[in-house]
């Protein structure tokens, strides 16, 4: 008795060591506007509150050495560290404005990434529906060839060519299903969901017309609040500053009067091609934008076309002169039509989004 005892008790201990495996949760299927990802989006990103803890500390180190400051150069101070102090401090609110635009860039910039993935998650649930319709169209098919070689209408070449296209169409069904994964993982990583959960996607991109009354004149006011372009000036600035105070009568000076006055050429030569190179990237934007514009009246004409060949095709069936292989290729014309449509309608959308703060397009979150 007491040995059968003693094996109960190690048996006892030996289970409490063993992990516990709780059951695997069920994937969650939430609903989400645009407005309720992009909220979990900011309060969940990290690199967010990375650029906000940038913000503080420059704040910080800007107040400690202004306390430095006695009094501010309006020019060399020979014997005297008041340039250096002075220019510290310039840098340094120079550093605490740039991490304010940063983490105002860090916002858009999640923003945007949002949109991106949220339409993402759309397009590729309509990618899978199209799929799906091409692989039920070739299945048919396949069964049609069957059918025929029976009868001796389809040869060997013709059931080869319809099992080629059904298991060419099972693939693609495949890669439509793993993309869409995908897409939801990406998409459930920005707003804190786990990669298995199937939230609910309920808004859908609509196309507006991009309107711009004055194209110069509104690309010259993006490229001038963009913090690219801000923290471009801002270098020109410093370097005339440091050229304005540098001091002649300075023998352990590190660098020539020259040096700076290069750097200051450096600096106008790069502001320079940050603001053509950002109005290139506008104007790119901009017709690419209104070429979408043009696209999207075709494809609205397409899905009415497609729309009503499907109508007929299914009253034309029911009345016995029309075969199913013709309801399926109508419904499947009109399922890609739609997806052409929903690809321009997203690309419009995040283009809209990218023309007006270029500096959260491609930045990521």
């Known amino acids: 008795m007491r040995r059968l005892a003693v094996c109960l008790t190690m048996f006892v201990f030996l289970f409490a060591l063993l992990p516990s495996q709780a059951p695997a949760r069920e994937p969650l299927?939430?609903?989400?506007?645009?407005?309720?990802?992009?909220?979990?989006?900011?309060?969940?990103?990290?690199?967010?509150?990375?650029?906000?803890?940038?913000?503080?500390?420059?704040?910080?180190?800007?107040?400690?050495?202004?306390?430095?400051?006695?009094?501010?150069?309006?020019?060399?101070?020979?014997?005297?560290?008041?340039?250096?102090?002075?220019?510290?401090?310039?840098?340094?609110?120079?550093s605490r404005n740039m991490a304010r635009k940063n983490y105002t860039a860090k916002e858009d910039a999640v923003v945007l990434s949002v949109h991106q993935a949220y339409y993402e998650v759309i397009r590729?649930?309509?990618?899978?529906?199209?799929?799906?319709?091409?692989?039920?169209?070739?299945?048919?098919?396949?069964?049609?060839?069957?059918?025929?070689?029976?009868?001796?209408?389809?040869?060997?070449?013709?059931?080869?060519?319809?099992?080629?296209?059904?298991?060419?169409?099972?693939?693609?069904?495949?890669?439509?299903q793993k993309a869409l994964d995908d897409a939801?993982?990406?998409?459930?990583?920005?707003?804190?969901?786990?990669?298995?959960?199937?939230?609910?996607?309920?808004?859908?991109?609509?196309?507006?017309?991009?309107?711009?009354?004055d194209l110069d004149v509104e690309v010259n006011a993006i490229v001038t609040s963009s913090p690219t372009m801000w923290s471009a000036e801002q270098a020109v600035e410093l370097a005339k500053l440091t050229k304005r105070l540098y001091d002649f009568t300075n023998p352990s000076a590190g660098e020539p009067?020259?040096?700076?006055?290069?750097?200051?050429?450096?600096?106008?030569?790069t502001a320079g091609d940050v603001k053509e190179q950002m109005a290139k990237q506008l104007r790119t934007m901009y017709y690419t934008a209104k070429q979408l514009e043009e696209q999207y009246a075709g494809i609205v004409e397409s899905i009415r076309l497609a729309e009503e060949n499907l109508r007929v095709a299914k009253v034309r069936f029911d009345v016995g002169i029309a075969t199913k292989t013709d309801v399926l290729n109508a419904e499947l014309a009109l399922e890609q039509a739609r997806q052409g449509?929903?690809?321009?309608?997203?690309?419009?959308?995040?283009?809209?989004?990218?023309?007006?703060?270029?500096?959260?397009?491609?930045?990521?979150?």
């Open 29 to 94: 299927t939430p609903e989400l506007t645009l407005e309720m990802a992009v909220e979990r989006a900011l309060h969940t990103d990290s690199s967010l509150k990375k650029a906000k803890k940038d913000l503080e500390r420059a704040v910080e180190v800007k107040d400690y050495l202004a306390d430095k400051v006695d009094f501010i150069p309006t020019g060399p101070v020979p014997s005297s560290n008041a340039e250096s102090v002075f220019l510290n401090l310039t840098q340094a609110e120079i």
């Open 124 to 176: 590729n649930l309509e990618k899978l529906r199209v799929a799906e319709l091409t692989l039920e169209n070739r299945q048919w098919l396949k069964q049609v060839a069957y059918a025929g070689q029976r009868a001796g209408t389809v040869d060997a070449l013709g059931v080869i060519q319809a099992e080629t296209s059904w298991a060419s169409a099972k693939t693609d069904l495949e890669s439509a």
């Open 184 to 213: 939801y993982q990406k998409f459930n990583q920005m707003v804190g969901l786990l990669p298995q959960d199937r939230p609910v996607l309920v808004d859908s991109p609509e196309l507006s017309p991009l309107e711009v009354s």
């Open 257 to 269: 009067y020259k040096a700076k006055e290069i750097d200051l050429e450096k600096a106008e030569i």
């Open 341 to 365: 449509l929903l690809e321009i309608e997203s690309q419009h959308e995040i283009l809209k989004m990218a023309f007006k703060k270029p500096w959260a397009y491609g930045s990521g979150s």
